[in-house]
């Protein structure tokens, strides 16, 4: 079947003109010197450059569209303009807003990987940028609590499967072993995003009253208008999916002439040693229900679905609710100290990526092991953000305990996904991506749900106990324990599952 973009999902292999299958065959029968390491990482450097700067930047701006709710909460506060005082909120009400975004978010992950899967990926994920920018921009409009919830309701609807989506589409570039490093490094514009959007929240916060707009008005508007732009410029620049090496593209329909073209990015011998280096898995496009149904029942999902779950939800609970946990370690903090101070959290989100990621890729055998040393670390940060006192020095400490849990929470959304796109491509091909990273992405998120509608502003006894969101930051480490379980309960069934199979495989010979 043809994509959107008229390029192949699927051609047997008979079709491939005969130089492309004789140079394929014999390399892969070893009749002819394989292509050295350093021409292999030339290609993936060359997909690198066309791919990764394009998913940093759309990445980077929906998550500034999603996430610069959190710090409207506190933007000039003085002037009641902050986002509760110009909208008349209460505290439950902005929680129920946040938590709606992650409702229609979780049941749409999945229809929307699949729908990626059949059409056009690169054109799928800039519908989703344009849509995203399109409902940042009516934020500007909001006048009242029921106005909150619908725009945050349909934000959660159009970005359903972005984050998924692209994992998904890395592997139809990258072998599972060469992709946490690349999933980390468009993952650092979520940290990036989170602290330039604190950092420029304070110039937003002197715009405020500029032409009849508050701060936050300003804020969501002219991230929207960026984030619309940049998702039309995405059908010029994301490479469609790679066809088999030799095979002619198929023209398109006449009803998806309109849009815009892209140029291969390997030329033929290099989609050769490329087609060899990924084992074909990203070729056998074609599945059924049927296909699908084997996914949905595969039990490795869900102690994948349970990692998710804590760390995301850790994740955007602290990303939703920063300034507000800043401002309960010191109410005398400004907006401006807020926004200024919320920033390196997410710096050391960015380090954490960094440092951690590639190590997981070197080492992929020992994916738990990477996964559970950096929640590890979440924890004591939470256990020092909750139990240090309150003196100058100890409320320090405390701030020095959410950069901690910063720097933990970098590496673990993407190991995660690299791992369940390794163990499922393996198992299932390309339906097994697309409806894996959806589900766990999807049903994961109910983590966000919990920490953005039952903790901090959702549960307003807990900002009375001493000290304060004492249950909020035991609420997380709780999910946290989980996802460790969880990750070392997967590796140990996926061992004994393996060594079941050989022992079937060796009973069968006999």
Not at 260 to 274: F, G, R
Not at 281 to 292: K, V, Y
Not at 348 to 371: E, N, V
């Amino acid at each position: 079947m043809a994509s959107i973009d008229g390029e192949l999902h699927q051609q047997p292999e008979a079709e491939i003109t005969s130089k492309a299958l004789t140079d394929i065959s014999s390399a892969d029968d070893g009749d002819s010197t394989p292509a050295d390491s350093a021409r292999r990482r030339q290609i993936f450097r060359k997909l690198d450059l066309r791919i990764i700067p394009a998913f940093w930047v759309l990445y980077f701006l929906a998550s500034a569209v999603r996430a610069n709710i959190g710090l409207a909460q506190t933007m000039n506060e003085k002037q009641h303009h902050d986002l509760e005082s110009y909208l008349h909120l209460t505290p439950h009400q902005v929680s129920t807003a946040l938590a709606l975004f992650y409702a229609s978010y979780v049941v749409l992950e999945l229809p929307s990987n699949l729908a990626m899967s059949k059409l056009s990926p690169p054109v799928w994920l800039a519908r989703i940028v344009i849509s995203v920018g399109i409902i940042g921009t009516a934020m500007v409009g909001m006048k009242n609590a029921a106005g909150f919830y619908v725009l945050r309701l349909l934000l959660g609807a159009v970005e359903a499967g972005l984050w998924p989506g692209m994992s998904f589409y890395l592997t139809l570039f990258y072998p599972p072993q060469r992709m946490a490093k690349r999933v980390g490094w468009y993952f650092t514009a979520s940290q990036v995003s989170a602290a330039v959007v604190g950092l420029v929240s304070a110039g937003f916060q002197k715009m405020d009253g500029d032409r009849g707009l508050v701060g936050f008005q300003w804020m969501v508007l002219i991230w929207g208008l960026v984030t619309l732009v940049v998702g039309f410029s995405l059908l010029w620049w994301l490479p469609g999916r790679p066809q088999l090496p030799g095979q002619p593209t198929i023209q398109r329909s006449r009803w998806a002439s309109w849009l815009p073209s892209t140029c291969p990015v390997l030329t033929p011998e290099e989609a050769v040693i490329h087609y060899q280096d990924t084992n074909k898995a990203q070729f056998n496009s074609a599945w059924t229900m049927r296909d699908l149904g084997r996914v949905l029942l595969d039990w490795r999902l869900w102690p994948l679905i349970i990692m998710y779950f804590g760390v995301v939800g850790v994740g955007n609970g602290v990303q939703s609710y920063g300034t507000v946990i800043l401002s309960s370690i010191n109410p005398s903090f400004s907006g401006i100290d807020l926004s200024l101070l919320y920033a390196p959290i997410w710096i050391c989100d960015l380090f954490g990526i960094l440092t951690i990621t590639p190590i997981s890729d070197a080492f992929h055998k020992h994916r738990a092991l990477f996964f559970s040393v950096p929640v590890l670390l979440q924890i004591f940060g939470l256990l020092l953000a909750t139990y240090l006192g309150d003196t100058t020095s100890q409320r320090w400490g405390r701030y020095i305990g959410l950069l901690i849990v910063g720097f933990g929470l970098g590496p673990t959304v993407p190991i995660t996904m690299t791992w369940t796109a390794e163990i499922f491509q393996a198992r299932h091909g390309e339906v097994g991506v697309a409806a894996a990273c959806a589900l766990v992405s999807g049903l994961g998120n109910l983590g966000s749900v919990v920490t953005n509608y039952a903790l901090f502003a959702g549960w307003p006894a807990d900002a009375k106990r001493n000290p304060k969101y004492i249950g909020s930051n035991w609420t997380m480490i709780g999910i946290l324990i989980a996802s460790i379980a969880s990750s070392w309960l997967l590796t140990a069934l996926v061992k004994l599952s393996k060594k079941r199979k050989r022992g079937c495989k060796r009973l069968n010979v006999l």
